[in-house]
C-alpha cells in the first residue's frame, strides 16, 4: 500500500528536522511527502529544502496565512494546500505535524493494520510528551480516539468523509463521521509518537472559545457539550477552561454558526457520544 503524508510546518525550524529524519528513518517510505511551509519567518524552509536535495520524495509548498495561531483553520488550510498538489495514486492518507519524532516502525505497522481488514478507516498510535526527562502519555483524549498530530485514513474513507475540514473540531468530526458510514477506528498503543510541543502551547483565549465552538458545530448540543467541556478541562489541569468553553458554545449558537455536520448526523453524533458514556458509567 502506497501512503503519501502531508505536514504542515509554521516556524518549526527547532524541531522540522527531527520530524523528518524520523521519516525517512521509517522501515516502510512514503511514496510522496509533501510539507507546507506556512508563512514561517524562521529557517523552516531552508531546513525542508536541505532534505529535499536528498530525498526527491519530499516537496516543498509556500503558504502564506495570517500570523495568529487558531487550532484548526489554519492547519488544515495548509493542509489543503499541501494535498491539492498530489495526485490519487495512493491507498492511504496521512495528515502529520512538524514537532513529532514517529517511531521507525510506524508506518509499516499503520499499512498492517489497514491491510488485515479492509473495513478500518483510520489507524493511529498514542501521543507522548516529555515530563521530567521522561517520556509520558499526553492523556488529552479516550484511548480510542487518534490525535490530529498524526492522522492516517484509508483513502476511499478520506473520501466519502469529504476529507478534512478547515475548523476547531475537525480532528473529531472525521472520526465520527467515519463511524457514520461504518469505518472502523483503530488505535495501537504500541506505537509511541513523540510529541515534542505539548498541545495549545500557542493557542491564545480566543482558541479557548474556539473549542465551545467545535462542539456546537459537531451537534454535540448543551449538555454533551457541558460533560465533555468538563472533562477535557480537567484533564487539562485547569477547571476555569469549562467556564470557557461554555461561553464559547452560547456564542456560536448565538451566531448560528455552520455545522460541521448535517442533521442526520448530528443525530447520530449525539446518540453515539450518549452511548459511549453510559458505557464508562455502567
Known amino acids: 500500500m502506497n501512503y503519501y503524508i502531508v505536514i504542515p510546518a509554521h516556524n518549526e525550524e527547532k524541531f522540522i528536522g527531527l520530524t523528518l529524519d524520523s521519516l525517512i528513518n521509517q522501515t516502510l517510505l512514503p511514496k510522496k511527502a509533501v510539507i507546507v511551509n506556512d508563512n514561517s519567518t524562521d529557517s523552516t524552509r531552508e531546513i525542508i529544502l536541505s532534505y529535499i536535495e536528498k530525498h526527491p520524495w519530499i516537496s516543498l509548498v509556500d503558504k502564506k496565512s495570517d500570523a495568529i495561531h487558531l487550532p484548526g483553520s489554519k492547519v488544515i488550510q495548509a493542509f489543503q494546500a499541501g494535498l491539492d498538489t498530489l495526485d490519487e495514486d495512493y491507498d492511504i492518507m496521512v495528515k502529520g505535524d512538524s514537532d513529532l519524532i514517529f517511531p521507525s516502525n510506524y508506518f509499516e505497522t499503520i499499512t498492517k493494520h489497514f491491510q488485515s481488514d479492509a473495513t478500518i478507516g483510520m489507524v493511529g498510535g498514542f501521543a507522548y510528551i516529555e515530563k521530567n526527562s521522561e517520556w509520558i502519555l499526553e492523556n488529552l483524549t479516550d484511548k480510542d480516539h487518534i490525535r490530529g498530530a498524526f492522522k492516517a485514513y484509508r483513502k476511499e474513507c478520506f473520501k466519502q468523509i469529504g476529507g478534512l475540514k478547515p475548523a476547531m473540531g475537525w480532528d473529531?468530526?472525521?472520526?465520527?463521521?467515519?463511524?457514520?458510514?461504518?469505518?472502523?477506528?483503530?488505535?495501537?498503543?504500541?506505537?509511541?509518537?513523540?510529541?515534542?510541543?505539548?498541545?495549545?502551547?500557542?493557542?491564545?483565549?480566543?482558541?479557548?472559545?474556539?473549542?465551545?465552538?467545535?462542539?456546537?458545530?459537531?451537534?454535540?448540543?448543551?449538555?454533551?457539550?457541558?460533560?465533555?467541556?468538563l472533562k477535557l478541562a480537567m484533564r487539562k489541569g485547569k477547571p476555569l477552561l469549562f467556564i470557557d468553553y461554555i461561553k464559547g458554545f452560547w456564542k456560536a449558537k448565538a451566531e448560528n454558526k455552520t455545522m460541521l455536520v448535517t442533521p442526520e448526523q448530528a443525530k447520530f453524533v449525539r446518540a453515539y457520544r450518549w452511548k459511549k458514556m453510559k458505557e464508562k458509567l455502567f
Do not use: M
Open 172 to 229: 473529531t468530526v472525521d472520526e465520527l463521521l467515519c463511524k457514520f458510514y461504518d469505518w472502523k477506528v483503530i488505535t495501537d498503543a504500541s506505537l509511541h509518537v513523540k510529541h515534542l510541543k505539548p498541545t495549545g502551547t500557542n493557542y491564545n483565549k480566543a482558541s479557548r472559545y474556539k473549542q465551545g465552538e467545535a462542539f456546537y458545530t459537531l451537534g454535540y448540543g448543551f449538555f454533551i457539550t457541558a460533560i465533555a467541556s
